[in-house]
């Protein structure tokens, strides 16, 4: 019987923790972070070699050479080797310069994500800050989880247009389930840690049993709304086209402690259901009372 109370008492501290856990990745935006930091810095950079090296020409079309040639120079049939040398270079950096151009147009920004509100990063960029202190732009949107139709660049191919408005279905969906299951968990697990107590103060192996199964059970909602997370982000940097919704190669991306309190609420509720599934079975059985018979009534002599 001794044993049979600390697991329960066990189950269903570690099942209060991840309920406590599970809160906290609920109500906080730290899910997932991007820092921009380096490529806006790199922009800045490329943006101030345009501006004071006035003997190149960016260009878009790669077929054009990156700096016009002098007047009265000729080209040579047989190049040597470190002419081949030097022309591989200019490609390279003809190639780089519209690459640069595309990816500097767009405004990249340090944000972190949520459930409900996607925000920019305090103190990562100084002219955000500006913006948002001077009240021209909001620190946090929103997460839509109904469908509203986005803006989109115009003249675009019809087809490209058809793709990125199903998209757009695709990752809703995806959002959806994921705030669905981990409130699906979190309420299971919150009534399986009533019953559970309710047993406790009952000796009802029964219930203990029943909390043990509800806490697995808000655990498999929790697998499937985090399963459901990563491949919403994961769908959101691979949709296409890549140039409108893909991030460089230097931005830093990744998960943030947010999405690690849901992993270790997780955890701890699948360990908490072990726990309160098995306290039944380590409970010592109660002694039956031995039964008398009555001795047999032979030819009617007792």
Known sequence: MAAMKILTGAGLF?????????????????????????????????????RKDPGFIYISNHNLPLRMPPKGTVERKNPGPSDGALLRGKRQVVAAAP?????????????????????LREGFDLETEEFIYKGLIQRCTSVKYHYTSSILPRNLPINITKTIRQDEWHALHLRRMTAGFVGMAISII????VI?????CQQHDLMQYVAGLLFL??????????????????????RYPRYLYGLPE???????WSMFCAWGGLGLTLLAGFLCTLAPSVSSPTPTRSTSHKPRHENGSV
């Open 14 to 50: 570690l099942a209060l923790c991840s309920l406590a856990l599970l809160a906290m990745a609920i109500c906080t935006d730290h899910w997932y972070e991007t820092d921009a930091r380096r490529h806006r810095e790199r922009c800045k950079n490329y943006a101030n070699n345009k």
């Open 99 to 119: 690459a640069m151009e595309s990816q500097c147009s767009r405004q990249f920004n340090s944000t972190i994500s949520g459930l409900w509100r996607k925000c």
């Open 190 to 193: 919150l009534f399986g840690w």
């Open 196 to 200: 559970g107590v309710l047993g406790c």
């Open 217 to 238: 059970m808000g655990g498999t909602c929790c697998i499937i709304s985090l399963c459901t997370c990563v491949a919403g982000i994961n769908f959101e940097l691979s």
């Open 250 to 256: 230097d931005i830093s991306h990744g998960y943030g």
